[in-house]
Nanobody, 123 residues
Framework: QVQLVESGGGLVQAGESLRLSCAASGSIFSIKAMAWYRQAPGKQRELVASITGSRSTTYTDSVKDRFTISRDNAKNTMYLQMNSLKPEDAAVYYC?????????????????WGQGTQVTVSS
């Protein structure tokens, strides 16, 4: 079993910063791509940023130059540094990871989601 647990959400004013964390635990052999998604009320879940095992990153246009995704492979943890937050950034933020588990000689790759952390930005 693998779990992803997000933390770091909260209520901030526009222009302030937050740092989200996503910690993976359980039966982990390796972690491939990781990503942050967000979903605002009445909107579809959208990809915010992603990072590969080799730390190649992508960002949605609306967060470029404000958000930074990173990962610490030794800690199985991913981060999202969010600066200059805007009211339109308010959403529930979810982490996602492609994780390889090993059982005996068998390797399996599954897609996991965290439970989400709320980010609220007041104007």
């Amino acid at each position: 079993q693998v779990q992803l647990v997000e933390s770091g959400g909260g209520l901030v004013q526009a222009g302030e910063s937050l740092r989200l964390s996503c910690a993976a635990s359980g039966s982990i052999f390796s972690i491939k791509a990781m990503a942050w998604y967000r979903q605002a009320p009445g909107k579809q879940r959208e990809l915010v940023a992603s990072i590969t095992g080799s730390r190649s990153t992508t960002y949605t246009d609306s967060v470029k130059d404000r958000f930074t995704i990173s990962r610490d492979n030794a800690k199985n943890t991913m981060y999202l540094q969010m600066n200059s937050l805007k009211p339109e950034d308010a959403a529930v933020y979810y982490c996602n990871a492609q994780i390889t588990s090993r059982e005996a000689l068998a390797f399996t790759v599954n897609d996991y989601w965290g439970q989400g952390t709320q980010v609220t930005v007041s104007s």
